[in-house]
Structures are given as structure tokens and as C-alpha cells.
């Protein structure tokens, strides 16, 4: 079918969508709803069969949805209506939240219905949420109501069945109803609020006379002071302030637009600075064990001969200081006695390479960056000379650009279904590093990695796979996933297996060294960073990702109707990998 999709922004729920009607076999073309010109426009072009919309906060204009089949996703369940519907889940408390894939019609939310799944509410963070369960969710919905639509034609539920609708409408969630008040509410419902306003838009209060959006929150049960939202400690940039029965660590914190200035996301303590200097600072040692009662960005564990190291930074970004936080602690954890080291990254991202916010912020951008930079390809150069042990990277979520690289370095990379992987830089304005120039050929041949970078697509797991990105992927589901995952790395500890591709490891690095040393690949790769880091698009690009401005046009690689050809280009794909196949797509209600 021809499928234009509609999004608001390039997110990661619209990547997966894209890639897997793509993958699919479908012709696809997408159009950021930057205006009601541009939609109308996007349909005179493309003439789609069927418009989808993973991510949008734009009214659909009523000449295309009276016109053209419209399906919009909705992070709620079949009734519940408005824009905030994930905050008021959690602050409700809902012990089951669901996605609903609702027709377009003249009101919001209120179309018919072509499905909807439901699924238990973790307590975590709205878009800790939006990027597992919903997306996951979404997933299923349009796979399903495809099938049924190609086969059957039109058959949604209508809006108003008893035996569909549970929800209700919610108003926008704003400020007021996301008031902390520190002296009065306990720590179960600050974590709430902060929760449901996390990633955005964040949580209004006053620190140190200054208002600031607070992000990050997580419960710290071993410190507590003595008068609620007082700053009691620091650690690795961020703040940790008492509450009536505990604590709250607060990693990130904007300052409030004033002065008809506009600001960003930075940890809490660069913003803080001159107000922390009697605040105490209780850094962790180099390779902490997982402690559910502190905040953490690196821990590590033992199982069976597998060591597990965790480094789980705010949105996957990694400054030059966890850098090297991570890289002494992946220097520790070689040190170990053990016979497989597994890369987790994090909760909701693996990687997605250097820091941007921390470039911007600093006095000299372009240095900063190249600190970075360097910082980084230690951690990839460490991963790719680890010759006495095996690597795997577990990609239980998304990875992109530099972090992308970085996993791929590893000896194995197993993946979750449904993870999507962006291993490029370009919309950067960047040429890259961490080896990729290395890495990705040994992966996937010359010309697919060139066209893997070049072609600025996402890449999921079922493609990833086909190309050999990916040596397994596995179950959908967290829990499984981590499972099949150690059961993966027993088999790779098998004293005989494990024996023999240790030594065939150490023959193809000893070999790779000789035809061409890592250092020539990255001081050919740093020469073309160097000019990126100091080039105004580099500069211009940054400072809109930071501050997220809003994109002038659609990039003409996701918008191919606006293309002069209509030809779709997909990368060459290599002989198929044999190690193990995808899982079948799960059609349970709850996920």
C-alpha cells in the first residue's frame, strides 16, 4: 500500500512505525505536520492509500480526513480523550493503561476504533512508558488493523460501545496540577508528579529563588535531612533534596524561560553551581553493585561466569566525564574473572553517543565536542581490544549515532524485538567516529555501511538482522529478553566454544591490526571531525536539536514525495544471517 504517515516529530515510536511498513513491503512517505499547507501538500504529492499518525498534536485538516482513511495512535484507553492522557494515568494511579487506534474524524480522539491492547503500568516515568509499552502497543495495532483492512475492508468499533469505551475525558495537565509541595507530600507522590511530567514538559519549582523544570527523579533511602526540598548531596551532576520520609535524586534540571530568553536540559549541578559549594558530594566508586535504594548511572553484577555492566545516562547521551566514568569502569570489570562481559546501557536507551547539551553549554563548543569525541572511541577502542574476554551489547531499547557504533563494536549484539537502531550522523552535520569507518564494514561490507550512514534511515531488527547488525534478536518482552540474554552468554561460556572463539578473536585482531591499526582509522575519522566540530552547520544543527526548534521543511530522505523520483532506495542486502530467527510478533491483549 501506498502509507503516508503524519508526525508531529520524528520520535522514536514514528522510526519504528516507518522502518517496519518499509520492512513490510509497503511504499512509504512521511511529512512533519509543520503546518496545514504542508499536510495538504503532502497528500497532492504522495496520494496515499491510507494516512497513519504515530505522533501527532495537530488537528488533521477535515478535507483529508473526509477524504482519506486517517488512523491516529492514542496512549490511552478507548474513551479516554485529551492531550495529557499518560500524565493522568500516573498520577491516578491506573493499574492498566493501554493504546487505542482511533479513525480521524471532526473531534480529538473521538473516531472510531480499529483496536486497542491494554497493558500493566509500570511505576516509572511517562516516556519510559511511551518509548516500551506504548510503542510496543502502537506496533501491534497498526500490524493487526493493516491485515484486517487489506483483507476485510473497513470494520472499526464504534466510538461509543459500552463494551469498548472505559475512559473519559482529561483536561491539558498543566503546572497547577503538578505543584510539589515538599512540606506536605511524601515521596511516593513528588515521584508521582515528577513522573508525569517527565520528559515533558517537566515540573515547575523554585530552587534557590529560581524556577527551574526538574527531570529525573529517582528515590534515594539511605539520606535524609532535615527540612523537605532542602539540597542534602550531589552526585556525578545531580542534586539529591530531602523529602518528608526519604529522599530525591533530581539529575536534570531547565530554567524557566525569562527575559525572552529560552533555556535546556543540563544536569541539575551545572545550573546550580554556585549555590552547591557547602552541599556534600557522594560520588560512587568505580564498579558499584545495583542498589535499588540510590540513584545509579553505572552498576555491574556476576552470573555464572557473565559479568553485567549497566551505565544508564539521562536520554543515552554521554558527556565526556561519564565517558571516562564508564571506561574505568569497563577497565575494572575486564579485570574480573569472568568469561563473557555484557554491555546493558541503560532503561530506555542504549547509546546515542555525545553529549549535545554539555557541547552547547560550554565555553568553547567545538573543544568540548572534540573532548567528547575522544572520550568516547576510548570506551569503543577498549570494547574492540578486549581480547581475553567476549563482548555482547544487549540492546533492550533504542541506540543511535556514536552509541550505535559503540554496540556494534561489541563481539555479539543481541537486540529486543522492536529496538530501533539510527547508525549515522549526518543530520549532525557530522562525519562520525567511534570506529565506525572500522566497525560497520566488518558488519556489514563496504557499501552497506556507506549506505547506512549516507541513507539517514532508521534500521530495525528484523532489517538489522537480515544485515547482520544484529546476531539474535529476541523476545519483545523485557523480562524475557534479560533471560534469553544470560541463557545467549551460557552458551557462549562453554569451555570449548568459548576457547575456540577467543583464540579466533585474537587471530582476526591481530590480523585487522597488521592490514590497518585502529589509530589510522581514527585519525582519518578525527581529521573529518575536526573540520565537522568546527563548522557553523555542525554549530547551527546543535543549537536546534538543543533547543528544539522546529525544522523549516520535512528531511526530503523521510519526505519521498517531495522528491523528483518516487523510487524508494533500500540498502543492498547481504546473504541472510543463519544464527537465529525473529520471534513471531505477539498478538496477546496485555502486554
Known sequence: MRILLFATAFNGLTQRIFEELLTSGHEVSLELALSRRHMLDAVKLFQPELIICPFLKQRIPDVIWQNYLCWIIHPGIPGDRGPSSLDWAIIKQQPQWGVTLIEANAEFDAGAIWGYELFPARKTYKASIYRRE??????????????????????PKKYNLSSVKQGEWHPLMRQPHRHLNWLVDDTETLLRKLYAGDSCPGVLDEIQGQLFYLYGAHVERTLKGDTPGDIIATRHGAICRATRDAALWITHLKPAPHDKQSFYKLPATQWLDQHLLLVPDIPQETLPAPNPNTWQEISYYEQDNIGYLTFDFHNGAFS??????????????????????????????????????TIEAAINPSHEAWQNIKAIN??????????????????NCNAGAGGAVMAFACDYVVARQGIITTPYYKPMGLYGSEYWTHVLPKRVGEE???HLTEACLPVGTQRGFALGLFDAVLSERSDLFWQQVHNFCLKLSEAKYWQHELLQKQQRRESDESDKPLAVYEAEELSQMWQCFNSQTF?????????????????????THRQETQKQTHEPMPKTNTQQVVPERKEEAVV
Not at 138 to 154: E, P
Not at 378 to 395: H, P, R, S, Y
Request: charged fraction near 15%; glycine fraction near 4%.
Open 320 to 357: 565526556t566525564t561519564q565517558c571516562l566514568r564508564l571506561l574505568k569502569a569497563y577497565k575494572a570489570a575486564c579485570q574480573r574473572p569472568t568469561q563473557v562481559i555484557v554491555l546493558k546501557g541503560g532503561t530506555d536507551f542504549w547509546s546515542n553517543g555525545i553529549h549535545l547539551n
Open 378 to 395: 576510548q570506551v569503543t577502542e577498549a570494547i574492540i581490544t578486549t581480547t581475553d574476554k567476549l563482548t555482547v551489547a544487549a540492546l
Open 448 to 450: 552497506c555501511a556507506h
Open 539 to 559: 554549530h547551527n544543527a546543535r543549537r536546534a536539536f538543543v533547543y528544539k526548534e522546529e525544522p523549516q521543511q520535512t528531511p526530503p530522505y523521510l519526505a
Open 134 to 155: 506504548v510503542t510496543n502497543t502502537a506496533s501491534h495495532l497498526i500490524h493487526n488493523a493493516l491485515v484486517t483492512y487489506q483483507q476485510h475492508g473497513s470494520a
